[in-house]
């Protein structure tokens, strides 16, 4: 049993427990509603919480959209997809959330999404530079090189640039919960 897996076993979120032992056993692979689980999880985000995160990004949304988005994949009769232009929204409106919504026109939906360009998003959101970043791998015992963090961020036809996996994504979504959760994070990285 890996440590990640470990510390998401005691972890107080069955959401992310779900999540996690899904990817794990049955090679799934991470749908914008597991990410939008896992970012309503970190930042225990309530379905009206995530209504109101959308928007700020100027897209209104119902409560009984975001319980479909909710759903587990076992509950496929309500479960909906959450496709890419509503997950960029959601992203948008959650930087707008964070950082202050700016004035004038809102950014625009984009029609397809990579874990590069959500993590991207979530790390505009958080204001995070790099060293803020290792230093949230670091709370889930993941190692990464100022390099490999800048390469998740160029332009895919930049020679450096590196795909960011699934279990990249989850373990920094992770770490951003024990950050903010130091109580629960110092228990759970230390048993």
């Excluded at 985000?45 to 995160?53: K, V």
């Excluded at 202050?100 to 995070?128: C, P, S, T, W, Y």
């Excluded at 998740?152 to 699934?166: L, Q």
């Amino acid at each position: 049993m890996s440590k990640t897996l470990s510390i998401l076993l005691k972890s107080s979120s069955p959401v992310i427990v779900w999540i996690k032992l899904d990817y794990l056993r049955l090679g799934h692979t991470l749908t914008n509603n597991d990410i939008l689980q896992l970012v309503a999880t970190t930042f225990d985000f309530n379905n009206r919480a995530l209504i109101e995160i959308f928007a700020l990004a100027d897209f209104n949304v119902t409560d009984e959209q975001v319980t479909a988005w909710l759903k587990k994949e076992e509950d496929k009769q309500s479960l909906i997809s959450l496709n890419d232009p509503e997950m960029s929204l959601f992203l948008n409106g959650f930087i707008n959330f964070k950082r202050g919504k700016r004035e004038g026109e809102q950014a625009k939906a984009q029609d397809h999404l990579n874990n590069n360009m959500v993590f991207q998003k979530l790390r505009i959101a958080l204001n995070l530079k790099t060293e803020d970043i290792l230093d949230v791998f670091k709370l889930v015992d993941t190692d990464f090189s100022k390099h490999e963090i800048s390469a998740f961020f160029r332009k895919p036809g930049n020679k450096h640039y590196k795909d960011c996996r699934d279990n990249t994504l989850e373990k920094f979504l992770l770490g951003i919960q024990c950050q903010l959760r130091p109580d629960e994070s110092d228990e759970l990285i230390n048993s």
